[in-house]
């Protein structure tokens, strides 16, 4: 949607492999690779951008996130420490370790934009313990915000979809079923589109929402107004 607005875009990507196939898909776009796991490969992606002679950037977009359920999605009281703590450093500290290590590439007025959920309060078990990662990475913009506050005017904001059909949802165990009651509970009837959620980080991307700062803006078309329709009651009941 970004490449629609005729901005100009550059991917960042875990490996060669997916850089290979995302080059392919989009071959006029420069693509690098940086697994954020690794502090070096975070700080060799700066001096790559910048011996690319890039422009400062005005945006910045933190689409990660990555959990290991295992074999079999566990109550969330037996999550595995280490699983934990690797679905955290990748779905969140890297949002924090990537703006560090970027802030001299991003201008005094940049956006950056996470990509989070439309809430993390829904104890869904086939999330796992995903929520109260993504809950830490909405705090997070807040004090980036701040952060960042001491010398410049960067914005953090979140675009926080409810369920998408992506190809990243397609290994969430269940995730199929609640995205087919999500089209039931949702008063159109049809489900948030990624379209929708682009479009969403693409106005907070712009100029024209410079006074949005530290916010979630939730996109799931209505879904949580929604939860006691009559129609879905009467399924439960009868």
């Given amino acids: 949607m970004l490449?629609?607005?005729?901005?100009v875009v550059d991917l960042v990507v875990r490996d060669e492999m997916i850089a290979e196939k995302v080059r392919l898909l989009l071959p006029k776009?420069?693509?690098?690779?940086?697994?954020?796991?690794?502090?070096?490969?975070?700080?060799?992606?700066?001096?790559?951008l910048?011996?690319?002679?890039?422009?400062?950037?005005?945006?910045?977009v933190h689409s990660i996130a990555f959990?290991?359920?295992?074999?079999?999605?566990?109550?969330f009281h037996e999550t595995p420490k280490e699983a934990f703590l690797q679905?955290?450093?990748?779905?969140?500290?890297?949002?924090?370790?990537?703006?560090?290590?970027?802030?001299?590439?991003?201008?005094?007025t940049a956006s950056v934009?996470?990509?989070?959920?439309?809430?993390?309060?829904?104890?869904?078990?086939?999330?796992?313990?995903?929520?109260?990662?993504?809950?830490?990475?909405?705090?997070s913009l807040a004090f980036l915000t701040k952060s960042f506050s001491q010398f410049s005017e960067i914005r953090f904001n979140a675009v926080a979809p409810s369920l998408l059909k992506t190809s990243a949802s397609a290994g969430i165990p269940g995730y199929a079923d609640s995205y087919l009651f999500a089209e039931q509970a949702i008063?159109?009837?049809?489900?948030?589109?990624?379209?929708?959620?682009?479009?969403?980080?693409?106005?907070?991307?712009?100029?024209?929402?410079s006074g949005i700062?530290?916010?979630?803006?939730?996109v799931d078309a209505g879904m949580e107004i929604n939860y006691f329709d009559k129609n879905i009651v009467q399924k439960v009941v009868r």
């Fill in 213 to 218: 700062v530290a916010q979630k803006i939730i």
């Fill in 113 to 139: 934009v996470a990509i989070s959920i439309s809430t993390t309060r829904m104890a869904s078990e086939n999330y796992g313990y995903m929520a109260p990662i993504k809950a830490a990475l909405d705090s």
């Fill in 87 to 108: 679905a955290l450093d990748i779905s969140c500290f890297s949002l924090i370790a990537l703006c560090r290590e970027l802030a001299g590439l991003l201008s005094k």
């Fill in 67 to 75: 959990a290991d359920y295992g074999n079999e999605m566990k109550p």
């Fill in 3 to 7: 490449l629609s607005e005729n901005a």
């Fill in 29 to 48: 776009q420069k693509v690098f690779v940086c697994n954020v796991e690794k502090e070096l490969e975070i700080i060799k992606l700066r001096q790559t």
């Fill in 187 to 209: 008063p159109r009837s049809r489900a948030v589109q990624t379209d929708e959620a682009a479009a969403a980080a693409v106005f907070l991307l712009s100029p024209r929402s």
């Fill in 50 to 60: 910048e011996a690319d002679g890039n422009p400062q950037y005005d945006g910045l």
